[in-house]
């Protein structure tokens, strides 16, 4: 996945995604988003309905460095 800093496949539907990088370049760009994951989050939803008609379900959480 383009998006993805590390890709954890879980089960057969359903993997582990950081994408702590592409969240930050998104934060970077639109520091005024109250919340980039979630806008993240939704963006892959649609490209992966788009590339296979499935719907999916997303889930962000956001943990600050340090953390």
Known sequence: MSHA???????VDEALIDVTTSVARLTAKHPSNPDPA??????????????????????????????
């Open 38 to 67: 979630k806008e993240f989050a939704e963006m892959i939803r649609s490209e992966v309905k788009k590339a296979t008609g499935c719907e999916g379900e997303m889930f962000a959480q956001f943990t600050a460095a340090g953390n």
């Open 5 to 11: 800093d590390d890709l954890q496949a879980v089960s």
